[in-house]
């Protein structure tokens, strides 16, 4: 069982808005930054919001990050058909000496 | 920037297997790196990390003990001992590249993986 909580599913249609949430603690999220990443089928995750809400060159403003307190949230606006993947949240766990934690993952099905 | 890994394959229940990971594209003593594993059909998981230049290593709960993760700046290449390996420690296991020095999740680079098999 992961440290941060994330829906294992979520859906919608072309141009609809989707957020994904991750939940945390004090020790995560509460006190560290979070990161977002996605995994197209068969590839290698990439980067898509790193320090809660940055995006990396390269990643369409159609998604963004915000936290607060010890929950996350990653919106997608004007959904399209080659959003769908696997999205991950990570942060810094700061209990057991340190360590990083990801999420379970959210499969998002563009409908 | 490009990581290849290597030395994944079939171990045996207890057994070892050492993951090397070669760098280039960039000044790697300057970057924090990381190993990443995703077993079949499951999420990611962090293993473990190391700072730029060696000062901190963590480890995930599930390997401490029987992993052990190092660098070698003068080779631009990282490792990742695994000792003691059961059928829970089969998966593709990515090397993982931090833009910054420190202790950290965030990841701008990643290799392809290689892939770890333990079974009898």
């Known amino acids: 069982q992961s440290l941060l909580s994330q829906p294992p599913s979520a859906s919608g249609t072309p141009g609809q808005r989707v957020t994904i949430s991750c939940s945390g603690s004090s020790s995560n999220i509460g006190s560290n930054v979070v990161n977002w990443y996605q995994q197209l089928p068969g590839a290698a995750p990439r980067l898509l919001i790193y320090g809660n809400d940055q995006r990396p060159s390269g990643v369409p403003d159609r998604f963004s990050g915000s936290k607060s307190g010890t929950s996350a949230s990653l919106a997608i606006s004007g959904l399209q058909s080659e959003d769908e993947a696997d999205y991950y949240c990570a942060a810094w766990d700061d209990s057991l000496n340190g360590r990083g934690v990801f999420g379970g993952g959210t499969k998002l099905t563009v409908l | 920037v490009h990581l290849v890994e290597s030395g994944g394959g079939l171990a045996r229940p207890g057994g070892s297997l050492r993951l090397s990971c070669a760098a280039s594209?960039?000044?790697?003593?300057?970057?924090?790196m990381m190993w990443v594993r995703q077993a079949p059909g499951k999420g990611l998981e962090w293993v473990a990390g190391v700072s730029g230049k060696s000062v901190t290593t963590d480890y995930a709960a599930s390997v401490k003990g029987r992993f052990i993760i190092s660098r070698d700046n003068s080779k631009n290449t990282l490792y990742l001992q695994m000792t003691s390996l059961t059928a829970a420690d089969t998966a593709l296991y990515y090397c993982?590249?931090?833009?910054?020095?420190?202790?950290?999740?965030?990841?701008?680079?990643w290799g392809q993986g290689t892939l770890v098999t333990v079974s009898s």
């Open positions: 594209g960039f000044i790697f003593s300057n970057n924090a």
């Open positions: 993982a590249r931090s833009p910054f020095s420190g202790r950290t999740v965030t990841i701008d680079n």
